[in-house]
């Protein structure tokens, strides 16, 4: 098996969740005691989030790719960004370094394939909703419409994933906000919801909604482990 290189911490919470996937998909692949080779490199959240709203994506950059450059000298094999909205920088990333980068929206885009959709709604933070390098690859590399909330329903939904999601915080009315945008997505169309950020599956699952939604932390761990288990 490949060492997996994961580059966390964007929040915690969330990477917590791709360490538990990884390993859980790793021992239903292996059965036994097997569980995942891996690297995790996790950044301060606040210095990120910090950088993020001031707009200074050039200084993210550096940072994402002195964590790859990290992985990639530790001994990964491939290396995952444990975040969607951090793939802004992705190319970047995979510039930097000889192995491969597996990329959310990639991974996730194949699923939505698998179903025969040509529309879904996208959920996540204002920047991955309303910047082309999460939408623009979907509908670009892959053929899909994609639809995202009104400006009042995107403040809510970023508002929630910092102030609450991100701090380990599940909110019932927020639940019940998400549910709401959801269902107006799915009444424009959507035929399933990509949940594009990382920590909405802790708040949303399955059973809350009416359309197939695509978890891109559960879709882009299990590839990981799919990738490393390749001779």
């Not at 200074?56 to 964590?67: D, F, P």
């Not at 920047?127 to 690859?137: A, S």
């Not at 059973?207 to 559960?218: G, Y």
Request: aromatic letters at 6%; proline letters at 2%; hydrophobic letters at 40%.
């Amino acid at each position: 098996m490949k060492t997996i290189g994961l580059i966390g911490g964007m929040s915690w919470e969330s990477s917590l969740e791709y360490y538990r996937i990884i390993n859980e998909t790793t021992k239903q692949q292996l059965g036994g005691f097997h569980s995942a080779k891996s690297i995790l490199y996790s950044v301060d959240f606040e210095e990120v989030e910090r950088l993020q709203h001031q707009g200074q994506w050039g200084e993210l950059t550096k940072i994402m790719v002195r964590a790859a450059q990290s992985l990639e000298g530790a001994g990964a094999e491939l290396v995952v960004i444990c975040t969607n909205t951090m793939h802004k920088m992705a190319e970047d990333v995979q510039a930097s370094i000889q192995i491969p980068l597996l990329h959310i929206v990639d991974a996730t885009a194949m699923q939505i394939q698998l179903q025969n959709f040509h529309t879904v709604g996208l959920l996540g933070t204002k920047f991955t909703m309303e910047q082309e390098f999460y939408k623009g690859r979907l509908s670009e590399k892959f053929g899909l419409t994609v639809l995202i909330p009104a400006d009042d329903e995107r403040e809510i939904v970023h508002r929630v994933i910092y102030d609450e999601l991100c701090l380990g915080q599940i909110k019932e009315p927020s639940r019940a906000e998400f549910i709401r945008i959801i269902n107006n997505l799915v009444k424009r169309g959507a035929q399933g919801i990509v949940l594009g950020c990382t920590e909405i599956p802790l708040l949303v699952k399955q059973k809350d909604v009416s359309v197939p939604i695509f978890d891109t932390t559960t879709i882009h761990a299990r590839q990981a482990v799919e990738e490393a288990l390749k001779v």
